[in-house]
């Protein structure tokens, strides 16, 4: 039976009847239709043969890389899209769209050649080499996304504007308390104006400004969600503290009023009523405090439990001025500690803890998490990775009924975790700071190629020997002639591996080097005070003078030996990279040229802290990617975000 579109249209009532009928197929075969079918029908099945032969990849791409999970983010300013209902309508094809095309769309590209790229692997290779030489588009070895440069001038200059506005902590609405605490608590602050970090976070945290970045604003629910992504160093902990605890503050302060308005209303309701209070009133019980579950008003998450001491130490330095109480708490406790740390009897406001400890003592204590109303996940793209994701996600569900901000922060936004937040925060306020994934240019890269002479690959000499040349100046500090004090050197060295840093230790102390390694099974308290040398909380020691130093070397085990005195090394893996606040290390040395673009921001993210300068050295050795790190340097040198 004829389809009746094709009764009205002659080739296919011709077409058709050719195939109800035999005896009509000579006559179809005249027409200049069955030619042209004919031609489309070996023009098609050449081309499939032909990339058959050049072995082409199957329909549907199964041989397309994976991307990488480690890819810093180039949209982090943006807001989540909007939701699908308010999409735009996609624009339907017009009748002649095809007619005067300027490109060739419609023709799908060949093996080994992309829709604008090359039609082979080496045609590729000499055309990056060509646009690397002309200057025009930089080679991005990484394969890391542009971040910052995706990020409008517009929207840069109006990040600054907001924050050349805010040249002071008292231009912000802090309660008095709050602003003191800032001033006296940490008197060691080389200048007291709020940083890019805490000029764009604090005011938004206060709600002074509108969140205007949502898409969404109708569709709100739940407690209010903000990203703080702001580069290494620029101050975010206290960015998110300070409005914590003058939220805290404030609903203590409204808990208090509201408690002193119901006791006079009762009395004067039992006036009234011509009671007499003393006789009849019947005291409300006390709430058994020792035993009544901790109940904090503010959580913070933090990756490491040498995090919650750092966290805890700007807490605890803050409450000597503005009172509240902080609870940290880490693995490293004792259970007694984290005990009476947590079920204190005067109570507490704020816990930090990392989130597998906290979420295991919320299993057994569900209340604990009941009056939370501030939570902040510092280090957020470790604590949205795979290990911590399960307990971060377990928390924040368990506060959510009471929680009225959730505040994120980091220093590197990695794209899994971009699109992870946008779908399940899509109002999140995104607070970016113009320099998110850059390292700034007070920090000086330099390069040693450890294959040249004199090293001739042997990256441990390299290594030992940079380090004898940085601390030089303060080797050659002799108390005994009076010269002026060398403040100690502190050296960062970082390895990819924890394995290394105990065999790269043990070699630089043999070149009588003072090297300590530091990774996560490090015993406890040698990890406390080791870390405490590199972060400045050590007391310091007066030198000793003259012969009495002598003397006290001359003790010590292998002092025939050469030795670098007033030089500290700390060789370290992650752990040492990812939010310890090291201010007093100048030199950062790359023994292993990083994996990933978000570990050359962290670990050179260790010096040139809050303003100050800073040196990192790569050791380029047999093996190692020598364009990666010459990318990273140009890409510091002209002042950009990594990419
Ligand atoms: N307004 C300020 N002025 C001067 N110094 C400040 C100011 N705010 C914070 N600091 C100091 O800056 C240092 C770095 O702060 P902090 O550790 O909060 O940085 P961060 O942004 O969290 O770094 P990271 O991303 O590496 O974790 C601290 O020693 C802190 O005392």
Not at 166 to 183: R, T, Y
Request: hydrophobic share 35%; net charge positive; proline share 7%.
């Amino acid at each position: 039976m004829l389809r009746p579109f094709a009764r009205s249209c002659p080739f296919c009532e011709v077409r058709s009847q050719a195939r109800l009928s035999p005896s009509f197929r000579p006559q179809f075969q005249q027409t200049r239709l069955y030619a042209q079918i004919q031609r489309d029908r070996a023009a098609r099945y050449a081309a499939t043969a032909s990339s058959r032969l050049r072995g082409g990849p199957p329909r549907g791409g199964r041989d397309k890389p994976r991307p990488s999970r480690m890819v810093l983010s180039d949209s982090v300013a943006r807001p989540a899209r909007p939701a699908s209902d308010e999409r735009p309508v996609r624009k339907k094809r017009e009748p002649f769209s095809y007619l005067n095309r300027t490109k060739t769309n419609s023709i799908p590209p060949q093996r080994g050649e992309t829709r604008r790229g090359p039609s082979n692997a080496s045609e590729g290779r000499r055309r990056e080499r060509d646009t690397r030489r002309s200057g025009e588009e930089p080679f991005h070895a990484l394969k890391m996304q542009k971040t910052l440069h995706e990020i409008p001038y517009g929207n840069r200059s109006a990040i600054k504007k907001k924050i050349e506005e805010i040249d002071s902590f008292q231009a912000l609405p802090l309660m008095e308390s709050v602003q003191s605490a800032i001033k006296d608590a940490l008197p060691d602050l080389e200048y007291r104006h709020p940083t890019p970090a805490q000029a764009v976070a604090i005011p938004a945290l206060l709600g002074m400004t509108k969140s205007g970045r949502t898409r969404n604003p109708t569709k709100k629910s739940g407690p209010e969600s903000f990203l703080l992504a702001a580069e290494t160093g620029s101050g975010k902990t206290l960015a998110y503290l300070l409005p914590v605890i003058d939220a805290i503050k404030r609903e203590e302060m409204r808990d208090k009023e509201e408690e002193a308005r119901k006791e006079a209303a009762d009395t004067a309701a039992a006036k009234e009523n011509g009671q007499r209070d003393d006789i009849f009133s019947v005291e409300s019980p006390e709430l058994n405090k020792a035993v009544d579950p901790a109940r904090p008003r503010a959580v913070i998450l933090v990756p490491s439990a040498e995090l919650v001491a750092q966290v805890g130490a700007v807490a605890k330095s803050l409450s000597h001025t503005v009172k509240f109480r902080a609870a940290p708490i880490s693995a490293k406790n004792t259970a007694t500690v984290i005990r009476n740390r947590l079920f204190n009897e005067h109570g507490v406001d704020i816990v930090i803890s990392t989130p597998p400890l906290l979420a295991s003592i919320a299993e057994s204590n569900p209340n604990i998490l009941a009056r939370v109303t501030h939570l902040i996940a510092d280090e957020a793209d470790s604590l949205f990775d795979r290990s911590f994701k399960p307990s971060t996600m377990e928390i924040i569900d368990r506060a959510t009924p009471s929680l009225k901000k959730l505040v994120l922060c980091s220093a590197t936004i990695p794209k899994y975790l971009d699109k992870y937040l946008a779908d399940k925060f899509p109002d999140m306020n995104r607070l970016v700071t113009p320099n998110l994934h850059a390292i700034p240019r007070r920090v000086q890269l330099g390069v040693i190629d450890v294959n040249k002479d004199p090293y001739r690959g042997n990256k441990l000499l390299a290594c030992a020997d940079t380090i004898w040349q940085i601390g030089k100046a303060a080797a050659e500090y002799d108390p005994a002639e009076g010269k002026e004090a060398v403040p100690t050197k502190r050296i960062l060295v970082f390895v990819n591996e924890r394995e290394d840093t105990e065999e790269v230790a043990q070699y630089l102390v043999k070149k009588g080097i003072d090297a300590i390694a530091f990774h996560r099974d490090t015993e406890p308290s040698r990890q406390a005070k080791t870390l405490a040398s590199f972060t400045g909380t050590e007391k310091v020691r007066e030198p000793k003078q003259g012969e009495e130093a002598k003397k006290e070397e001359a003790g010590k085990p292998g002092s025939n030996k050469r030795s670098l005195p007033n030089t500290k090394v700390m060789v370290t893996t992650d752990l040492g990279s990812r939010g310890i606040d090291t201010v007093s290390v100048r030199h950062v040395i790359l023994y292993d040229v990083p994996h990933t673009t978000i570990d050359f921001i962290h670990r050179l993210g260790r010096t040139g802290r809050m303003g100050r300068r800073g040196r990192g050295v790569v050791l380029v050795g047999p093996g190692d990617r020598a364009d990666v790190v010459k990318e990273v340097r140009d890409a510091m040198f002209r002042g950009e975000a990594l990419i």
